[in-house]
């Protein structure tokens, strides 16, 4: 079992994903930010406990509903909140927004918006850990309908041909959008797909932070030591649809509510007091500390200046050639 | 410079291996570059694994996104990856790998990420091959804020404009030709760079431009030397680079000529002259003595039967009808 340390990272970890989406849902409904948001609300055991097995200079590679791999991996919460606003001071001088949020001080080194194309590059990180021998490993992260994109199969072939030190990390969280697992995706664990690539593939339920972390752990040093991919399919729920503002018509009546119920925040908070981890004090200490945290982060974001239009031409190339 | 005489193929192998020496940073990948696999299909990266290592130069499964993903992952964090998409047409394949992660990466990130990557790829009407295996598809890329795109006429120059690509702190695709690749030429001068966007007069006229690239440099040369006997004089400008564009020297030729044709292999329409025409027209409309003209390949897929092969690429007829009426103006 994961050590205390751990344990309670992982609770930090999960406390920090959480009210970070609260926050952020609440500050967009009030007008005062505007984004296309991608709420990974009820996925946060599987970022929280990845990154807990992780070394900061490890990298990730994430996708549009991924703010909790990165902010789980240590991107600056004060600067990736002015990202989602735009503002010069984000991560990414307001160039890359929600969807796009870059941040290789902290290792996260991709946040894409195409499905499935975290896999392959992925690989390309990981290939460059193996030639240079720095021992880092990378995470690709992606949700179940990109495992259905040709990039997926190419990227787990290639990964696992090269021995590459990179762990796939898929939240099948039961939609593509509004399609149904069942109706997208022909086979019924995606963690079988591994054999066809001759690595290890394992299902587990990613809302369990105990099982998350022993399958993360295992994972993540095969890979730090040679033993080459892993396929981590992590059973997870999203609570508020794909995209901010959508409804659930396209699910059966009730389903989100009963998974609601289930919210692995506060069974996990409970389970930590229960087995005396932790006393709620220190629980609400972190609770605490986290509102104070994001509050800041927010004012951050809205004091910060937007970025003036010569940032068009900066950036596309190193050398500014053409501005057209 | 040596009198020794070099083929393309054998260019661009020495330009791959004087970067790899140069810089072990310098990696290769693609399908069936290693020796192992006989050094790619025409023998490009031949040597090359044997020499530098089979972690420097690695053969791949047929997966142009990996291919194209793991070069771009390695770039992100020091290396120099050029990877070898076997043609043109496949670079489809790969497009989401290119064109949205590739090209935008730098931007995206506000500049804390590049992918300094070389895409080295060929393509070419005239081997017979049909509608999937011969596009240029320059102007595509083009398009896209955040590439380079380098087309080489010349052993040389491709030697020397290779070397600029692998040393670029961005995405450059270089496009070779697959006819030219047994053309002889002179040989480069060792670790000589030839800089990305620096047009180059291959030959200087006073009365038309012709502003080309790739093979055609050769078309226009030989329609150019054909014409001067006739009192004509013809001033040819090989771009090297389509992107970035030598807006400078396309504007500074025409200019003096006052005349001004855009020749390349892609299809004429949304072709690369396009954009070259429309740039003349804006700065220099008033001077002109006759509507800048584009010549391109027939708006078709690449024909097989060898007669319509011919008739789809642009031929040095058409060209030389071109001059002749601009000219006259
Ligand atoms: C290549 C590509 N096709 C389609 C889309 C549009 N799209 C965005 S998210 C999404 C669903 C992806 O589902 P999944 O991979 O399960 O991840 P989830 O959103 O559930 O986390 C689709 C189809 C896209 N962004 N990229």
């Not at chain 1, 894409?112 to 880092?136: E, F, H, K, Y």
């Not at chain 2, 690239?213 to 030397?225: E, I």
């Amino acid at each position: 079992m994961a050590e205390k340390r751990d344990l309670i990272e992982m609770f930090r970890k999960m406390a920090l994903l959480k009210m970070n989406d609260e926050k952020l849902r609440s500050t967009i409904k009030s007008g005062r930010l505007s984004m296309p948001y991608y709420s990974s609300r009820g996925q946060e055991v599987i970022p929280a406990a990845v990154s807990v097995c992780l070394r900061k200079e490890d990298y990730i590679c994430t996708i549009y509903r991924g703010i909790h791999d990165s902010l789980a991996k240590g991107a600056p919460l004060k600067q990736v909140w002015a990202e989602l606003a735009g503002r010069i001071d984000g991560t990414c001088k307001g160039k890359g927004g929600p969807m796009h949020i870059t941040h290789p001080a902290s290792g996260v080194m991709i946040t894409t918006g195409i499905v499935g194309s975290t896999m392959p590059i992925a690989n390309g990180l990981a290939w460059a850990s193996q030639l240079s021998g720095d021992g880092r490993v990378t995470i690709a992260y992606f949700g179940d309908g990109a495992s259905n994109i040709g990039a997926f199969h190419e990227a787990l072939n290639l990964a696992s041909l090269w021995k590459l030190p990179v762990v796939f990390v898929c939240s099948n969280n039961g939609y593509a959008e509004h399609t149904k697992y069942s109706s997208g995706t022909a086979i019924d664990r995606i963690s079988k797909r591994a054999e066809s690539y001759s690595m290890p593939g394992v299902t587990v339920d990613g809302n369990d932070p105990l099982l998350m972390h022993a399958a993360a752990r295992e994972a993540i040093e095969r890979a730090r030591e040679g033993g080459g991919p892993t396929l981590i399919e992590a059973i997870t729920f999203r609570f508020y649809g794909h995209v901010f503002g959508d409804d659930d018509s396209y699910m059966s009546p009730g389903e989100r509510a009963a998974h609601m119920e289930k919210d692995p925040y506060p069974i996990y908070r409970n389970w930590l007091l229960a087995n005396n981890h932790a006393t709620e004090n220190e629980l609400a200490a972190i609770e605490t500390g986290i509102a104070a945290e994001l509050e800041e982060a927010l004012q951050f974001a809205l004091a910060s200046p937007y970025p003036d239009a010569a940032e068009i031409y900066r950036d596309v190339f190193q050398h500014e050639v053409e501005a057209a | 410079m040596s009198s020794e005489k070099l083929n393309m193929l054998e260019a661009i192998n020495l330009a791959l291996h004087d970067a790899m020496e140069a810089d072990p940073k310098v990696l290769l990948l693609g399908e069936d570059v290693a020796d192992e696999e006989g050094g790619g299909v025409i023998g490009v990266t031949k040597g090359l694994a044997n020499k530098f290592g089979a972690q420097r130069v690695r053969s791949t499964p047929i997966a142009e996104q990996a291919i194209m993903g793991a070069a771009i992952g390695a770039s992100m964090v020091g290396y120099k990856p050029v990877p070898e998409i076997m043609l043109m047409n496949f670079t489809t394949v790969a497009m989401d790998m290119i064109v949205n992660h590739a090209a935008k990466l730098r931007f995206m990130s506000g500049g804390q990420t590049n992918v300094p990557i070389t895409i080295r790829t060929m393509t070419g009407a005239g081997m017979g091959n049909g509608g999937q295996h011969s596009d240029f598809l320059e102007a595509w890329f083009a398009h896209t804020a955040g590439l380079k795109v380098v087309i080489p006429s010349t052993p040389a120059d491709a030697y020397g404009l290779l070397l600029s690509c692998i040393e670029d702190p961005d995405p450059c695709i270089f496009v070779e030709t697959l006819p030219m690749y047994w053309t002889k030429g002179d040989a480069p001068e060792r670790g000589r760079r030839i800089p990305l966007g620096q047009a180059n007069v291959v030959r200087a006229g006073k009365d038309v431009t012709v502003i080309t690239y790739g093979r055609q440099v050769h078309d226009a040369m030989a329609v150019a030397r054909k014409l001067e006997s006739e009192g004509v004089s013809v001033e040819v400008l090989d771009l090297r680079t389509v992107a970035p564009l030598d807006t400078a020297a396309i504007l500074r030729s025409v200019s003096k000529t006052r005349s001004a044709i855009v020749l390349h292999e892609a299809t004429k329409k949304f072709g690369p002259g396009a954009e070259i025409s429309s740039i003349i027209h804006e700065a220099l409309f008033s001077e002109l003595k006759a509507p800048v003209k584009r010549i391109g390949s027939k708006f078709s897929p690449v024909p097989f039967s060898k007669h319509l092969e011919e008739a789809f690429l642009p031929g040095k007829a058409e060209l030389e009808a071109a001059i002749r009426e601009l000219a006259s103006k």
